[in-house]
């Protein structure tokens, strides 16, 4: 079965570093998004990203954070300067465009932020 | 405004039937979605409503009435397995969909 995969599973970082977080999609699908979940807390919407742009972004997602599908595989999730309230789990989505629009997530990537 | 709501944690049985309920006001409705979450893992899909009325799919079944924003989420025969969080999630205009916070279902022997 088609999956969304993610890489790292687990990242440790420093406090202000960069980190880019990756995800390839699964190859039909034409949305894209980003999650967060902060540990026992609920699944948040970051952003969300068609015909390569981003189509919607919430307030989370700010100045910071920004994506990229740099080739026709691989969507990308940047944090430019770390901070410990970044310290979630990332999960990656794509849904197709027609159909039924269900969200497949992937693993999800754990970014700690010391 | 975008909001669903769900109770926080629920207890079962093993073999009972336990009903999760969701309740949702958000824009641009384009379906009504329940994931299973266990701890530490990704969420995965279960069901998906549309049209008003029951969609059932095995011992899971879902429930939706749009003009009440109300869902629901049947399981039958609960398993040991079946201890994980349940998510409803709703679309918030186009091709976006937020979640809510969950419910912590424990079935206990």
């Known amino acids: 079965e088609p999956e969304v995969t993610q890489t790292p599973s687990h990242q440790v970082t420093q406090m202000g570093q960069e980190v880019i977080l990756r995800c390839v999609p699964i190859s039909n699908h034409l949305y894209f998004y980003w999650y967060r979940q902060i540990l026992g807390q609920k699944v948040e919407f970051l952003v969300s990203?068609?015909?390569?742009?981003?189509?919607?972004k919430s307030e989370i997602f700010d100045d910071q954070f920004s994506v990229e599908r740099p080739d026709g595989s691989n969507f990308t999730l940047k944090i430019r300067s770390t901070k410990l309230e970044d310290s979630a789990m990332y999960f990656c989505?794509?849904?197709?465009?027609?159909?039924?629009?269900?969200?497949?997530f992937g693993a999800g990537s754990r970014l700690t932020v010391l | 405004g975008q909001n669903i709501d769900q109770p926080t944690e629920m207890t079962a049985t093993e073999g009972a039937i336990v009903q999760i309920n969701c309740t949702y006001q958000t824009s641009g409705f384009n379906g009504l979605f329940w994931y299973q979450q266990h701890a530490g893992e990704a969420p995965t899909f279960l069901s998906y409503?549309?049209?008003?009325g029951l969609e059932e799919k095995g011992r899971f079944s879902s429930f939706l009435s749009r003009s009440k924003g109300y869902s629901y989420l049947l399981l039958k025969e609960l398993q040991m397995k079946d201890s994980a969080s349940y998510l409803c999630?709703?679309?918030?205009?186009?091709?976006?969909?937020?979640f809510g916070t969950g419910t912590r279902l424990k079935v206990l022997a």
């Open positions: 999630a709703g679309p918030s205009g186009t091709y976006k969909y937020i």
């Open positions: 409503n549309v049209l008003d």
């Open positions: 989505a794509s849904m197709p465009s027609s159909g039924a629009n269900v969200l497949t």
């Open positions: 990203f068609y015909n390569n742009e981003i189509s919607e």
